[in-house]
Nanobody
Framework: QVQLVESGGGLVQAGGSLTLSCSAS????????MGWYRQAPGKQRESVAI???????DYADSVKGRFTISRENVDNTVYLQMNSLKPEDTAVYYC??????????????WGRGTQVTVSS
């Protein structure tokens, strides 16, 4: 069982910055990808940014150049630095971690979500 604890959401004015963090704990064999997704009211959940165990990153076009994802393998934490925030970034942000509980059992865990609200 892998538990995820998110923090860092809040209310910020347009143009401001926020940093989200997500720590994974529990018993697992390995962590592969760690990422952030978001869901705005009335919209489907979408991928925001993903970082692999090798350090490769992928971003949604809408956040490229403004958001930066990073991870600390030592304590299994993933961060999302969000700069130049826009009202359209308002959403609930969810942490996602994928890996293996043991050699044969993959897992795909989600955090509870943290609200990010950007005022105009």
């Amino acid at each position: 069982q892998v538990q995820l604890v998110e923090s860092g959401g809040g209310l910020v004015q347009a143009g401001g910055s926020l940093t989200l963090s997500c720590s994974a704990s529990g018993i697992f064999f390995s962590i592969n990808a760690m990422g952030w997704y978001r869901q705005a009211p009335g919209k489907q959940r979408e991928s925001v940014a993903i970082v692999t165990s090798g350090g490769s990153t992928d971003y949604a076009d809408s956040v490229k150049g403004r958001f930066t994802i990073s991870r600390e393998n030592v304590d299994n934490t993933v961060y999302l630095q969000m700069n130049s925030l826009k009202p359209e970034d308002t959403a609930v942000y969810y942490c996602n971690v994928r890996g293996y509980s043991n050699v044969r059992s993959p897992f795909d865990s989600w955090g509870r979500g943290t609200q990010v609200t950007v005022s105009s």
